[in-house]
């Protein structure tokens, strides 16, 4: 009786131990990013280009670790990113005229990602992923400064997909830094101006390079 008390005894908390190790698994997380982006010129019908100054890229993600003995880990997320860029000038493509411009352009982008980390055996863990999703994308108050163009500020929703590759460096069993590079594009984006013209834009792309913070819980 004693000994199979003992070996019961032994079972719960072999059974214990694992389920606690189980449970304190970090699986899931959220991160913050922010970084410099490089928007390509747009092209419209008219074969007009619209040029825009680098700017600020910035994002928040929730995310969720798929664990195994794999070397190879896979991580799903959902994330929601802000681009903004000045307006820089207005022009007939290759070679102008060139006009100056005010206002902005901003994308608010939601996206669905699936990333895979490369486990090294080190703190370094190299990654890359892709994503799919919706911007918004939108003309605040641009024009020319001189007049030739009627001021465009709406916005248009459409579908946009990125590529990112970056490596990751632990702090701590919580926390890891984040460096990653991404290529981010949308379909073509129609815009209605002040004179009620449609003017639509090709190659709504651009290039990020992104400083984040992740933790883990």
Not at 39 to 50: F, K, L, N, V
Not at 58 to 68: A, Q
Not at 118 to 147: A, C, E, H, Q
Request: glycine share 10%.
């Amino acid at each position: 009786m004693k000994r199979t008390i003992a070996v019961a005894t032994a079972i719960l908390i072999v059974l214990f131990i694992t389920n606690l190790s189980h449970a304190q698994e970090k699986n899931f997380y959220v991160s913050l990013g922010i970084g410099f982006s490089i928007p390509q010129t747009q092209t419209d019908e008219a074969s007009e280009t619209s040029e825009f100054n680098s700017g600020l890229f910035t994002k928040g993600s929730f995310g969720y670790i798929l664990r195994g003995s794999s070397p190879i880990v896979l991580r799903s997320e959902l994330e929601i990113s802000y681009r903004r860029y000045e307006a820089d000038r207005f022009g007939e493509a290759p070679n102008g005229p060139y006009h100056g411009t005010e206002g902005n352009l901003t994308y608010l982008t939601g996206m669905v990602n699936g990333i895979m980390d490369i486990n090294t055996g080190t703190k370094w863990t190299p990654f890359l992923g892709i994503g799919i999703g919706m911007s918004r994308v939108s003309y605040n108050s641009v024009k020319t400064k001189d007049g030739t163009t009627a001021t465009i500020d709406t916005s248009d929703n459409v579908f946009a997909y990125q590529g990112m590759l970056g490596l990751a460096y632990e702090i701590s069993e919580s926390w890891k830094i984040d460096l990653e590079y991404r290529y981010f594009h949308t379909r073509d984006t129609t815009f209605r101006d002040a004179s009620g013209t449609d003017i639509s834009f090709d190659c709504n792309s651009n290039h990020s390079v992104i400083a984040g913070v992740r933790y883990l819980f």
